[in-house]
């Protein structure tokens, strides 16, 4: 009697999982568990009560069967996201890394050119001072060795003009010529004071002027730096914002190329999928002809046995009956 009453237990693979574990996916398999169970043994006999509870064990085993790879199935998509974004984070630092090191030789070379830059331009001022200052101290010298010559030249003619006066007085003699000295000494000390305050001014204009001009340069250059790092900072900006943009692009577009090939594969699962439900269905349907009839043999072996007749003798009836062999006498299914 087990062989014609036996559950079919059931089975999902793997691949099959994506398919099934969705909202109501597995109803046709609670529909194939309730048509296996569907009979009511009789639980006045010992035998009708181990049915009933052999078919409970059977419904706990199918259930096992569906849960097992539904909770399987279930923890590979939870791991999925950390395995994902693990992965990510490796590859854009190592990217970054790869990055830095591939431009470090220019980083190196710029920083040295505006070093070097920077030192001959300090060089190049520095000449240029030293120069104008060289200039303005010969010029002074050679304008007071030009006041002294006109000086003694002076005095010659003084000189001459005093001998060719001996005729006159001697005290008005020393006196003009003491006083021509001293107006000559004073013109020369006016004039060359003069001279020397011109060439202060004009030394302490220049130096104001090289150092109006020293600070105007070291303000472009702060300046120049300031743009420099202002311009290196938004085109690193810039870069890293088409980076990301870059990044997520492609991740979109994978996802979407994913999300398609996921669709394509979903498809032809749910098409394979659905070839295998018909084809279960048709099954199914033959299983519950089967039990149908199995059901209908076992109330009439139980009738027969209530009647009188042994199990073995029931049996023997029933097949006889159903393969057509007792004369006037079929089962109704």
């Known amino acids: 009697m087990s062989d014609i009453t036996d559950l079919i237990v059931m089975e999902i693979k793997p691949e099959q999982a994506p398919a ?4 109501n996916g597995l109803e046709k398999f609670l529909d194939q568990i309730r048509q296996q169970v569907n009979e009511v043994p009789d639980l006045s006999t010992a035998k009708g009560r181990a ?9 706990s085993r199918s259930k096992t069967a569906i849960e097992k790879p539904g909770r ?3 923890k590979r998509l939870k791991e999925q996201p950390k395995i994902v974004e693990t992965e990510l984070r490796r590859f854009i630092i190592e990217c970054d890394t790869l990055r830095d090191e591939v431009r470090r030789p220019l980083t190196e070379w710029e920083q040295e050119q505006e070093r070097i830059a920077a030192e001959q331009a300090a060089e190049a001022e520095r000449q240029r001072i030293e120069a104008e200052q060289a200039a303005a101290a010969e010029a002074l010298k050679k304008q007071f060795e030009t006041d002294h010559e006109l000086a003694l030249l002076l005095n010659d003619k003084f000189d001459r003009e005093a001998a060719e006066a001996r005729a006159e007085a001697e005290r008005q003699r ?11 000494a004073e013109q020369v000390r006016r004039e060359a004071e003069e001279t020397a305050q011109r060439e202060r001014d004009a030394a302490a204009q220049r130096e104001a002027a090289l150092k109006a001009q020293a600070e105007q340069a070291e303000r472009d250059r702060i300046a120049a730096q300031e743009r420099a790092e202002r311009e290196a900072k938004e085109a690193a900006e810039e870069a890293e914002r088409q980076r990301i943009e870059a990044q997520q692009r492609a991740e979109r577009e994978k996802q979407e190329a994913i999300e398609a090939e996921r669709r394509k594969a979903a498809e032809a699962e749910a098409a394979r999928l659905a070839e295998e439900i018909r084809i279960a269905d048709e099954a199914a ?8 009839r199995k059901a209908l043999n076992n109330k ?4 027969l046995v209530s009647a009188g007749l042994t199990e073995e ?10 393969k057509g062999e007792v004369t006037a006498i079929r089962i109704t299914y």
């Open 300 to 303: 009439a072996l139980a009738d």
């Open 313 to 322: 003798s029931a049996i023997v009836a029933i097949r006889a009956i159903a």
């Open 20 to 23: 099934l574990y969705v909202e």
């Open 285 to 292: 349907a033959r299983a519950a002809d089967v039990a149908h």
């Open 174 to 184: 020393i006196a003009r010529e003491e006083e021509l000295k001293r107006q000559a």
């Open 51 to 59: 049915r009933v509870a052999s078919l409970a064990a059977q419904v």
């Open 72 to 74: 399987e199935f279930l």
